[in-house]
């Protein structure tokens, strides 16, 4: 007989309480200002012509109760077709109004996480957070990861502990996903890049898992986020507008 499937053990409740504990800001600044001008005025992460938020159907069920911020997402092409078809039966995706209309309280994990996921090693622990590597030529904060707060990095890390101990499937969806890391940066022959569990830069060499300290340099630093001179052409390509000066408190 084939193993039985754990049923999750997840509730609306749990997600009204994971949301009281998961408030913190990514960093001390609006880091959405930065990436909009690339976006058509948006920041990436609240575009489902990029980002498409996938949620747990449990997550969607306490969402209806307290806000209409969102609603069912409808695929537009191919792309957005397969993600659908791909998301396990315990998970459905959703779209939200834009980010004009934000409602902070109402964001969902996905949302507040972003652009992060619960990095597991081989040996299934987890030791830190890495980035969504498809959106680095376009998500800011991934080429300034020293600006994380650790608030939000312990933040994030109580979260995702919480919700493993609730739904096993998420714990196994997130070690896959994080040998996928290893395989895809492994065929770049490039370093994964952490943030630890108390905020500091871990390296990540993907062919062993072995994990080191980082130093300075090993901050990632991305075109066209590499240069002020490249972010700026960057923006007049995009035909969007270059943010004032300095960043504003988030």
């Known amino acids: 007989m084939p193993p039985a499937v754990q049923k999750s053990k997840i509730k609306p409740a749990d997600f009204a309480s994971l949301y009281e504990g998961f408030n913190a800001p990514v960093s001390r600044f609006d880091c959405g200002r930065k990436c909009a001008p690339l976006n058509d005025g948006e ?38 077709k397969k993600i659908v078809e791909e998301l396990t039966p315990d998970c459905m995706a959703i779209h939200c109004k834009g980010a004009r209309f934000c409602e902070r309280d109402n ?50 890390i109580a979260t995702y502990e919480a919700l493993f101990i609730k739904d096993k499937s998420e714990f196994d969806t997130y070690v896959d996903f994080s040998a996928s890391a290893r395989r895809v940066y492994s065929r770049w022959k490039r370093e994964i890049p952490l943030l630890g569990r108390k905020g500091e830069l871990l390296i990540v060499t993907p062919s062993t898992g072995e994990i080191r300290p980082g130093k300075s340099k090993d901050f990632p630093k991305v075109e066209p986020f590499n240069s002020e001179k490249n972010y700026k052409q960057a923006i007049k390509d995009a035909g969007g507008v270059p943010p004032p000066e300095g960043l504003r408190p988030a």
């Open 107 to 156: 964001r969902t994990i996905a949302c507040r996480g972003f652009p992060f996921y619960p990095y597991l090693t081989r040996k299934k622990e987890f030791v830190g957070i890495g980035t969504y590597w498809v959106f680095e030529d376009r998500c800011w904060m991934m080429s300034h990861l020293e600006i994380v707060d650790r608030t939000f990095v312990e933040e994030f």
């Open 43 to 80: 920041p990436v992460c609240c575009s489902t012509q990029n980002a498409v938020p996938v949620v747990h159907k449990v997550e969607w069920d306490l969402l209806k109760t307290r806000t209409d911020l969102w609603s069912k997402f409808k695929p537009y092409d191919y792309a957005t």
